[in-house]
């Protein structure tokens, strides 16, 4: 956001626009935009003229994964697209409407972590309905579901995180919840995604070794049991799922 002070008067440029008269309210407690549209387009055309005078230049130091960059666009940070600065804010969400979904989610957070799965799956409901692109709310609301033995629903909202960010937990989870109701052969893709991605993850080439075995798949199932044991050898549960295949 950026904002403009003209004598008493601070203008922020935002997609819910605020304007401030600061000797009435040095706090900036109440936005009179609405009231005064008038002045907000004028000091809308005072920023723009200013901003034509700017040397832009770019940050080349700055590089962000593919992964970063989704988490942005879910945050509201980034349009995800190339615009001028005036059509990107204008398609962005309000800083305003989505501090009080973080701050819920943040209390979700402090729910889960303290195991009451189900008062935490209810702040979270309401947060990806306002904010359906929010991938955190959504990953955390698929962990509380499976965590109270809801596997349909679990799935659902881990299937919303990977279509916003197909990261690998993305994929390892929505496969877990998966196979938990006897899908192997959906969670296979997922699975296999999601070992390309993190090869050195042992969970996803065993949970694919698992998904192999129960379609019948065996020596698939036993090229992953053997290739976790080549990342972790003391990893028991491929040990014992390798000799069950012998």
């Given amino acids: 956001m950026r904002s403009v002070i003209v004598d008493n008067w601070k203008f922020i440029r935002s997609p819910q626009p605020e304007l401030y008269d600061r000797l009435a309210d040095p706090r900036e407690l109440r ?38 960059k989704r988490k942005l666009v879910s945050l509201g940070y980034t349009s995800g697209i190339t615009t001028t ?5 204008d398609q962005l969400p309000d800083i ?6 973080f701050n819920a989610y943040a209390d979700a957070q402090a729910l889960l972590s303290a195991g009451d799965n189900e ?3 209810k702040l979270l409901k309401p947060i990806v309905k306002a904010a359906p692109k929010y991938f955190q709310a959504w990953y955390n609301l698929g962990v509380c579901e499976q965590l109270l033995g809801h596997l349909p629903e679990a799935e659902a909202a881990f299937r919303k995180a990977v279509e916003i960010d197909g990261n690998a937990w993305a994929q390892l989870a929505l496969s877990k919840a998966l196979l938990a109701q006897g899908k ?8 296999e995604t ?22 019948g798949k065996i020596d698939q199932a036993r090229l992953q049991f053997e290739r976790v044991l080549e990342i972790n050898p003391e990893f028991g ?4 799922a390798l000799q069950s295949l012998q």
């Fill in 96 to 101: 305003k409407d989505l501090l009080p979904h």
């Fill in 31 to 68: 936005n009179l935009a609405q009231d005064k549209a008038a002045e907000v387009k004028q000091f809308d055309q005072t920023l723009r003229e200013l901003e034509s005078g700017f040397v832009l230049r770019d940050a080349p130091t700055v590089v962000m994964s593919p992964h970063d």
């Fill in 184 to 191: 192997a052969a959906e969670a296979i893709p997922h699975l």
């Fill in 194 to 215: 999601a070992v390309s991605l993190q090869p050195d993850v042992v969970d996803a080439s065993f949970l694919l070794g698992e998904a192999f075995r129960q379609q």
């Fill in 119 to 121: 008062a935490a799956a």
């Fill in 85 to 89: 600065k005036a059509e990107a804010t």
């Fill in 237 to 240: 549960p491929a040990r014992k």
